[in-house]
Nanobody, 122 residues
Framework: QVQLVESGGGLVQAGGSLRLSCAASGRTFSAYAMAWFRQAPGKEREFVARVSRSGGSIYYADSVKGRFTISIDNAKNTVYMQMNSLKPEGTAVYSC???????????????WGQGTQVTVSS
């Protein structure tokens, strides 16, 4: 069993930055790949970024490439996402997920946090 708790969301102006954290607990954390997804009001959940447990493999959605950076600290059981140059269309609930498959689809991930709201004002 893995428990995930996100933090770091908030209100920021367009062009600003936020850093999201996802703290994981559970004895099997080291076996999971980690990812961030987001869901805007009235829209489907979409993939944002993923990282392998070792941190050696990372992949971003085209919409955030060059602006977002995902990282993992296994000593702290925490995944981070640094978000720079935020845009109003980035307003969404951001959730971290853990899974045994290094995938892009939400149904490939087994455990989810409760999400943290990110609001980007124009």
């Amino acid at each position: 069993q893995v428990q995930l708790v996100e933090s770091g969301g908030g209100l920021v102006q367009a062009g600003g930055s936020l850093r999201l954290s996802c703290a994981a607990s559970g004895r099997t954390f080291s076996a999971y790949a980690m990812a961030w997804f987001r869901q805007a009001p009235g829209k489907e959940r979409e993939f944002v970024a993923r990282v392998s447990r070792s941190g050696g493999s990372i992949y971003y959605a085209d919409s955030v490439k060059g602006r977002f950076t995902i990282s993992i600290d296994n000593a702290k059981n925490t995944v981070y996402m640094q978000m720079n140059s935020l845009k109003p269309e980035g307003t969404a609930v951001y959730s971290c997920a853990a899974g045994r498959v290094y995938g892009l689809r939400s149904n490939e991930y087994d455990y989810w946090g409760q999400g943290t709201q990110v609001t980007v004002s124009s």
